[in-house]
């Protein structure tokens, strides 16, 4: 594997000190920017394989940081993780929406930061090799996208043709924070048919179907559901 370059826009010198010797232990290129306006330079100069974001920068914040990013065909690309306090919660809806792919909260746990990283380099690769046809969670709990069907423990479970596709949006982004409205959007789109547009309803509904997978799908507080890896 290629050495992969990850960008830290962070002002506070500790934290991406931290950020960089956990990511250079694990053989990651970390290049650090200290506040929006350079850091979007460094987006567009460098190209890195990776952004890790803070919301609350000098000169640009990060949620212009990550806007213009994802406006810029050339960047739009660069998976963006943004770094928040607990407190900015309506912003990480904010980001979300605007295209950014997973969150982490300060403090953080080191261990939990690499994994967000690379959980979400994962799934770039996942992206280039083209949608799934046939999802396999784990031995017991596969989403067949050919012939719509979900097997839990070798059975085929019944459900609607709305939890299908919330399931199978949700197993294709696998340790994604998602919206409620990224995944009425995504995965129901404007169907007629579905008058319960209601996505918990549907998740609690799913829930119960996958009896003992229902932890798979995650309920984030405040900011909507992340299907687990
Ligand atoms: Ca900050």
Sequence with gaps: MTQKTILVIEDERDIVELIRYNLERESFRVKAACDGETGLHSVQRDLPDLILLDLMLPKLDGLEVCKRAKENERTAHIPIVMVTAKSEESDIVVGLSLGADDYITKPFSPGVLVAR???????????????????????????????????????????????????????????????????????????????????????????????????????????????EE
């Design 117 to 227: 990283v690379k959980a979400v380099l994962r799934r770039m690769e996942m992206r280039e090799t083209g949608e799934q046809k046939v999802i396999k969670v784990s031995d017991d709990f596969v989403i067949d996208a050919v012939r719509h069907e979900i097997l839990v423990d070798g059975k085929p479970v019944k459900v609607t043709k709305t939890e299908f596709k919330l399931l199978k949006f949700m197993a294709e982004r696998p340790g994604r924070a998602l919206t409620r409205n990224q995944l009425l959007d995504g995965a129901i789109g404007f169907d007629a048919f579905v008058s319960d547009r209601n996505i918990d309803v549907h998740v609690a509904a799913l829930r119960k179907k996958l009896k003992k997978h229902a932890h798979k799908i995650n309920t984030i507080r405040g900011v909507g559901y992340r299907f």
